[in-house]
């Protein structure tokens, strides 16, 4: 922002040329402030503006002397408003300063790495948040499984007459038999240890998810970087044809024909910048906000993690979370057939209390003590029993038919994270440096005239295509290792080992 004071108030009229400001004292007065105030040696230099905020030279020493300006002076009706006029320019400059320091755009965020958006997602993913809640509520049940039967108080009054009644008072406590209550809390660990499992497998899952989300993002900044370079390298060789073209040496058909080749680059490169936009919102949907967007991090993209072999990984299954939740909810099933098997048995309830009766103004105290069991004749329990016993079996063959899923699963995953690799490390190590190198040698001959532009155009299309491969077989493999986590159960925190394709 520059600001213009001088020509804004000599338009109107504010300030006239060629005049200086009349001081209000006499000469001795004045000679006496130019000998006491150094600054009034340079009272004739101009204004200067300093980084857009206007500068001007004062005197607090002697009666607020403003310096002269070079050609013009303030009248002698506005001398009055010298203090009011320093005090706004003062109040006015860290304003100005404001302003300017508003315009400067902030800096651009770093790019996000793989670290730190699994962080982001431990602390905001409502998945995540959802597992752990379920884990505490399998601990309250597992709490609430060991506690025992309260005891119960009672009191009966027979007949309110003062001199012919009875009151008694009793406390009755229930107790468990058949070890009811050791095969509840069972049921509940087990539930507990089946919801600890779950949130494993959450936490691996949400792992997956941003980790595909996340390399999502990087193989849409490759592709639009990829048909950037594509679209640039077309353009060229459109400039290149139409100056050949206008010189005579080709026809004017290769010109078109270069030119429909850019139109695709470009509706390539369209293509590749939505994409982006798409990546970036599934990552931020992954990692349940939290990220206010932008790029990714490619430092690790062309590194892919070293993975055991197959053996070693199917020995793994036994541990993952998905098997280890089957296999809890199996051991809950059998306890809770122990617990209803134990239920056919009444428990029993002690009473013990006090009585005391009343007859004819004579008093007489009496203990009373009783045992009640209920009686199984028409409720045993047989269809709760029947219940736990299907749910264990329908358990078991929930463990099996997971295992064997997640084992083909695993088998499939792992057969394509090493083609992917493989594939990658073939195209980065022969196919790549060999097609840009017939681009630039067929580019060289047209401009020499030995080669048609239609080799030119396929050696274009070789190389954006082979670029597109290279990129796409990354991210098969990233998201294959994905697919390993979580069917393996890697922890949202863990980071694997890398090597280089």
């Known amino acids: 922002m520059r600001i213009r004071m001088i020509p804004f108030l000599a338009r109107f009229g504010w300030i006239r040329a060629g005049q200086r400001r009349r001081s209000r004292s006499g000469p001795d007065d004045r000679a006496r402030r130019d000998r ?3 600054k009034h040696r340079t009272r004739n230099a101009p204004w200067r503006q300093d980084d857009g905020i206007l500068m001007f030279r004062a005197c607090l020493r002697c009666n607020r002397h403003l310096a002269w300006w070079p050609s013009y002076s303030m009248p002698l009706s506005l001398m009055r408003l010298e203090p009011l006029a320093i005090l706004a320019v003062a109040l006015l400059l860290p304003t100005l300063a404001g302003a300017q320091a508003n315009d400067t755009a902030p800096p651009p965020a770093p790019p996000l790495s793989l670290g730190e958006a699994l962080r982001i997602a431990n602390a905001n993913s409502p998945l995540l948040s959802s597992a752990r809640a379920s884990a505490n509520a399998a601990a309250g049940a597992q709490l609430q499984a060991g506690m025992r039967p309260n005891p119960d108080l009672s009191f009966l009054q027979e007949s309110f007459k003062r001199y012919d009644r009875t009151s008694t008072a009793m406390i009755s406590q229930r107790i468990e038999t058949a070890g009811k209550r050791g095969y509840r809390v069972d049921v509940a660990a087990y539930g507990r240890e089946a919801s600890l499992a779950a949130m494993d497998a959450q936490s691996a899952a949400v792992r997956g998810s941003v980790v595909q989300a996340f390399y999502g993002l990087l193989s849409a900044q490759r592709t639009l970087a990829v048909s950037e370079e594509s679209a640039a390298i077309a353009e060229r060789s459109t400039e290149l044809v139409a100056k050949r073209v206008s010189a005579g040496k080709v026809s004017p058909v290769e010109e078109t024909k270069a030119r429909v080749a ?8 369209t293509r590749a910048a939505a994409d982006l936009s798409a990546a970036r919102a599934r990552l931020a949907g992954a990692l349940g906000g939290g990220w206010p967007g932008g790029s990714a991090s490619e430092d690790g993209f062309e590194s892919l993690p070293e993975i055991p072999a197959l053996p070693a990984l199917d020995a793994r299954l036994e541990d993952a979370p ?3 939740e089957a296999m809890a909810r ?4 059998n306890a809770r057939i122990s617990l209803e098997r134990a239920r056919r ?3 029993v309830t002690i009473s013990a209390g006090y009585k005391r009766v009343t007859t004819g103004g004579i008093a007489d105290n009496q203990a009373v003590v009783g045992i009640s069991i209920p009686l199984p004749i028409f409720d045993t329990n047989r269809g709760a029993i029947d219940e736990a016993t299907h749910s264990s079996e329908q358990a078991s063959a929930d463990l099996d038919g997971a295992r064997l899923t997640q084992r083909q699963a695993l088998a499939q995953r792992y057969a394509d994270y090493r083609s992917s690799a493989l594939e990658a490390e073939r195209l980065k190590r022969d196919v790549l440096p060999a097609a840009r190198s017939a681009l630039e040698a067929m580019s060289r001959g047209y401009a020499l005239g030995k080669f048609p532009f239609l080799d030119v155009l396929d050696a274009q299309r070789t190389l954006f295509d082979n670029q597109t491969r290279y990129i796409r077989a990354l991210t098969d493999a990233h998201l294959a290792d994905a697919d390993l986590g979580r069917l393996l159960g890697t922890p949202l ?3 694997a080992p890398t090597v280089q394709p």
């Open 330 to 333: 199996v051991r809950q099933s």
């Open 345 to 347: 048995i009444p428990d």
């Open 493 to 495: 925190d863990a980071a």
């Open 322 to 324: 998905l098997t280890r």
């Open 262 to 269: 850019l139109v695709a680059t470009q509706i390539a490169l």
């Open 36 to 38: 006491d105030c150094a």
